[in-house]
């Protein structure tokens, strides 16, 4: 059974930093391309940074420069460092791997 969980989300002031993690068990990070993906209410479900295979990484451009992707194969863990938050940024964050969805983590960026 795949199981994919966020942890890491919540209130923040804008210009500060939250860490997302995603727990995966099931499925392993080492052979499957990862992303972290969100939502805003009234907006679709979009992609924020992925790891694609070959460990590239591609980002949206509305985060570029500030959020960076990262991985513990070791552990199978994924994880979404947000510096520089702004309010815009506020969403539920979803960890994604081979067709699979977490719950998700609210993220909260006040001004």
């Known amino acids: 059974q795949v199981q994919l969980v966020e942890s890491g989300g919540g209130l923040v002031q804008a210009g500060g930093s939250l860490r997302l993690s995603c727990a995966a068990s099931?499925?392993?990070?080492?052979?499957?391309?990862m992303a972290w993906y969100r939502q805003a209410p009234g907006k679709q479900r979009e992609l924020v940074a992925t790891?694609?295979?070959?460990?590239?990484?591609i980002y949206a451009g509305s985060v570029k420069g500030r959020f960076t992707i990262s991985r513990d194969i070791a552990k199978n863990m994924m994880y979404l460092e947000m510096n520089s938050l702004k309010p815009e940024d506020t969403a539920v964050y979803y960890c994604?791997?081979?067709?699979?969805w977490g719950r998700g983590t609210q993220v909260t960026v006040s001004s």
């Open positions: 099931g499925i392993t990070f080492r052979t499957n391309a």
């Open positions: 790891i694609i295979s070959g460990g590239g990484e």
């Open positions: 994604h791997a081979s067709n699979y």
